[in-house]
Structure formats: C-alpha cells, structure tokens
C-alpha cells in the first residue's frame, strides 16, 4: 500500500507561498495550518515565502491579501516516480543464498 495517493485530484502540490512581511505569512500559517517544509525564507524583494504542501482545493484557503502562492510542483507525482525505480525483492539475498534445512554451527 502506497502513501501517495492515486488520483490526480487528491495530489499533493508543493506550493510557494509568500507575503509582503512577516506577520501577514504568520497569521496565514496560524489560520490555515498547513503543512510546511523548512524555514521561512527572504525574497530579494524584502517579501518572505515558505514552502507549503497542501492539495489544490486548500489553495484559495491559501490566498488572501498580501499572499502570493505559486505551484512549483507535484510532490505526488514525484513520490510515484520515485517508487517507480525501486525493484522488489531482497537484492541482498540471491535465491540460491538462501539457508536451508538443518546445519551445525561452527566456530571460528
């Protein structure tokens, strides 16, 4: 069972969200609760932004006055690609390595 979800519509985007200062960005993050990855980061522009991962139906609980959120990718979609290179199986145990029936143990 996979933890990334299956439909496109339940995907999780990795948005960019940023506000003209930084009160404005923490009563967003107070109100919406969103799940975030790292620290709050300044703009050039003296704006701050954070990265939020959310679903698309949480974006407009997202935007308000002062915010700015901008998709930068699809965390879901890079999720199942990411599975998709993993092989099955225990690449460490070839099947002929396996033990079988009943043995001495020796020492040394």
Known sequence: MSAVPNSPHDDILR??????DPETLRALLH?????V?????VEEDGRIGIDVYATA???PALEREGITVTTVG???EAGRTAQAE?????RFAPADAVPRGLAD????
């Open 86 to 90: 993993v092989g099955s199986g225990d």
């Open 15 to 20: 948005l960019r969200v940023t506000a003209k």
């Open 31 to 35: 109100d919406t609760r969103p799940d």
């Open 37 to 41: 990855g790292g620290r709050p980061h």
């Open 57 to 59: 139906d949480r974006i």
């Open 105 to 108: 143990k020796i020492s040394g």
């Open 74 to 76: 699809n965390a879901s």
